[in-house]
């Protein structure tokens, strides 16, 4: 969801050279040991404290590494989530739950491609027309809106966890989070194809 899936060359190179989509912004990363003692604060234990009866927990990994366990991964996922739409911790965090494999996955680290999204809850996106007037008018920002929990940027692994919405008209109560703009999942290039949805889509990477 963050590479634009028509900008690509012909040839041997096909599929190799990737354009990102726009809206797209690498990370740049935070001390990954100030997450750790955050995550341990929301009950991610070492190894040295898990019993051999609390074998079964579910893994926590931050950026790749195994860092403790929690006994409740959907609370812990939530609580960072929660954590993170209230500005309490770095907005750059993200994390990802794989209930099939028992993992929870957070990452801080720099050079993940992110991708701005509007936050979905109880069935409706939390950008009203009221946000966009205050918008037109300067009366808030862009950040503003990533401070205040309106709109988050999702990584790769994040993005698994969640279900978008490509048109207000279609979010439903299953839905996590809404397109900001429908061409967004596009690069710069596919975008200003005419009517690139009634093309073949090898028409539209030619």
């Keep these: 969801g963050k590479i634009c899936p028509n900008e690509t060359p012909e040839g041997p190179n096909c599929g ?10 690498i990370s740049v990363g935070i001390d990954e040991h100030i997450v750790e003692e955050i995550l341990k604060t929301y ?4 190894w040295d404290e898990v019993q051999i009866s609390e074998a079964n927990q579910t893994r926590v990994f931050l950026n790749g590494r195994l860092i403790g366990y929690h006994s409740n991964a959907s ?3 939530d609580q960072i989530r929660k954590a993170r739409r209230a500005n309490e911790i770095d907005d750059s965090i ?4 794989y209930p ?3 993992e929870v996955q ?18 409706k996106p939390k950008i009203t027309k009221e946000h966009i007037e205050k918008l037109r008018n300067g009366e808030l920002k862009w950040n503003d809106l990533i401070k205040s929990g309106l709109i988050e940027y999702l990584d790769a692994e994040e993005e698994e966890n969640a ?4 048109s207000p008209e279609e979010v439903t109560i299953a839905h996590t989070h809404l397109e900001i703009a429908v061409s967004t999942i596009l690069g710069i290039c596919a975008s200003i194809i005419p009517f690139p949805e009634h093309n073949q889509s090898p028409r539209n990477t030619y």
Excluded: F, Q, T, W
């Design 100 to 102: 099939e494999i028992n």
């Design 43 to 46: 009950g991610v234990k070492s």
């Design 106 to 123: 957070v990452n801080c680290d720099p050079g993940r491609v992110r991708r701005p999204l509007i936050i979905v809850e109880d069935g």
């Design 163 to 166: 279900y978008i919405a490509i």
């Design 75 to 77: 609370a812990l996922v």
């Design 94 to 97: 993200n994390v990802a739950y």
């Design 16 to 25: 190799l050279v990737k354009n990102l989509a726009l809206m797209a912004y």
